[in-house]
């Protein structure tokens, strides 16, 4: 893997150089990880003119430094910071200036106010320029290594899944039912959960930004369940609604079909050259015509990676358009105050028809299931 | 709690307006809590000029903001995030600008320079000042009802602790010992682990920053679990050693017996007036004049309560002295690499001698248990 970090700082030099930028700074956790490989807690990429085998990883004091080196990039410096400057970023700007780098480009939209502050004041003339989201936006499009690590990820949510849905659910309550799914994760090899499980019964179900309750599966129930893995760092996820008991209701096979048909025309609009926005309007669209509104948080769906939720949005505002090998979520809902709702979630990765169209990663039933 | 929340505000609004700024924008999430009761993602709170029946919760949109919105303040205007603008924090500068004020204080330590930079722009002739650390700096000293809530943290952290020492434990993973004490911390009742459990076994225990692996437990083992629960938002941890199998060997009881006479002077500096150094210094005295080092991370302790780790921070360079009612956790440890080592960590609030000296909380035996 060390070569593949290398270039891809090479690759990043590339982009801020031409803007007048000697060496960059790099403090958001999921971009140090994706261009050196590990992030300790705390630890800052300082990426020098030199060369990548000159880029300096600036990590906090402790034996905490020691497990992550043996993940790192070994071409790739390790300095540790020193006890009396707690904060890595202002260390690693004392590091460049030292260096004679004259101008540092650095992540403004991660780093506060006052660390920047403090970051300029130890470097001394030292002139900052905004790195802006540049690591994000190479982050976007993934490589098959990164694509393969996203695909075993959404085989192990699938497989926890499937094998809760074995069980018996009456009567167990939501937080049981997360926790259960949880310790199934890692128990198939995920690192852990991608992000908190959410398990929704009854009018729980398809709540936007619901946490698990003592509220125990009934009959009759929608019973709507999001989970995700994280696999080698990358983030997938799955979410499905089910019925309780022996035949779902007409109301509840209705909504289903709706929220269905929306995710659907969702993922049938992931196209290379396809706008976010339109991919969000495909699937709201159905929605709207029935009546409905959508209740996931004004969008669609979102990228995944090292985050969960990376860019791009898919949201009605978001400007850009898919390119091929990037993942996204589909994950359209309706939630019904009082009576629960649905909410049907994918991980696709875009491809070109070409290469046979949106490449679906979690693969369990979209049927509805009467459990 | 409605008055509780009104008064901090009113307190915090005392504090800061003396310094010119006529409102406040509070957007570090523990901060949100603390003044409002409830922090839904992205919801950041304006504090007026008018009094705490006019401050403002801003929130994103969606259905997100019903269930927080049940946990509010009553006396709290709520307003939500207009879906074109997905900062709050920028939508509530807009807010202030339009309520006439002129001068707004904000966290420059939690916002990212790119938003601040947003902000300024979105509120035209606002002038911005810094709010700097004055909700976590009112956060410190903690009520009586603070206080009960990290008590009952501790309660769920010990049962769960206590519980697992009752099962069988050789030939069990670090992580699936970690999950169990997990489904066991929500059992007893918790919002949720504090912070990721760590469970470390042989040659891995006392290793700073360990992340459970599959490690088995093994006789002879040292065996290091730290965890902590979450109750009603506020966090607490506590940390034991033991040793696996009938009789520990001399290196073992030697080590042990060293990082508790540490962890014992630790604990015994903590009073009213005592100056955050001394209390590391207690501790680390005792490791250095036997020739061992620290292994957490260059500090002995730290402040808990609505985030795991917060002020004060214990360490050889903190300024600043502790007061009553301040909750901390004392904490060395030592790791002998290919050996493994031992951590002890509990979680006390610091009271005066006339109130019965520091009040433990985490009250699992420190005994070196053979287990």
Chains 1, 2 share one sequence.
Not at 24 to 52: E, F, H, T, W
Not at 182 to 204: K, Q
Not at 287 to 303: K, Q, V, W
Request: proline residues 6%.
């Amino acid at each position: 893997m060390s070569e593949v970090h290398a270039s891809r700082r090479t690759l990043l030099r590339e982009r801020y150089a031409p803007a007048g930028a000697q060496a960059a700074l790099v403090s958001q956790p999921a971009n140090v990880r994706y261009l050196c490989g590990a992030a300790p807690v705390g630890a800052v990429l300082l990426i020098g003119p030199a060369g990548p085998d000159q880029d300096t990883l600036v990590c906090p004091i402790g034996p905490a430094v020691e497990p992550a080196a043996t993940r790192l990039d070994s071409e790739l410096r390790l300095v540790a910071l020193p006890e009396e400057e707690p904060d890595a970023a202002v260390s690693a700007a004392g590091l460049a200036a030292a260096a004679g780098v004259e101008t540092l480009a650095v992540e403004e939209h991660h780093l506060s106010v006052a660390r920047h502050r403090a970051l300029a004041a130890r470097a001394g003339g030292l002139r900052l320029l905004d790195l802006a989201r540049a690591v994000e936006q190479q982050r976007l499009i993934k490589d098959e290594e990164e694509i393969s690590c996203l695909r075993i990820a959404a085989e192990i949510a699938d497989q926890a899944l499937g094998e809760l849905l074995e069980s018996i659910l009456v009567g167990r309550t939501e937080r049981h039912l997360a926790l259960e799914l949880e310790r199934r994760l890692i128990d198939h090899g995920a690192d852990g959960p991608a992000f908190p499980t959410m398990v929704g019964a009854g009018p729980n179900a398809g709540r936007f930004g619901h946490t698990p309750t003592d509220r125990r599966v009934e009959e009759g129930d929608f019973l709507c369940i999001c989970l995700g893995a994280g696999y080698r760092g990358y983030r997938c996820e799955v979410g499905r609604t089910f019925v309780i008991g022996t035949s779902p209701a007409d109301w509840q096979i209705e909504l289903y079909e709706l929220v269905f048909a929306a995710q659907r025309a969702g993922r049938e609009a992931l196209a290379p050259g396809t706008a976010y926005r339109e991919v969000d309007r495909a699937a709201r669209h159905v929605l709207d015509a029935a009546g409905y509104e959508e209740s996931f948080g004004g969008r669609i769906g979102h990228g995944v990676g090292l985050e969960i939720d990376e860019d791009p949005r898919l949201s009605p505002s978001a400007m850009g358009k898919l390119d091929a090998c990037v993942p996204v979520t589909v994950e359209p809902g309706v939630h019904l105050p009082g009576r629960g709702g649905v909410r049907i979630d994918d991980t696709l990765v875009v491809r070109s028809e070409a290469d046979g169209g949106p490449e679906l990663l979690t693969i369990t039933t979209k049927e509805l299931l009467a459990l």
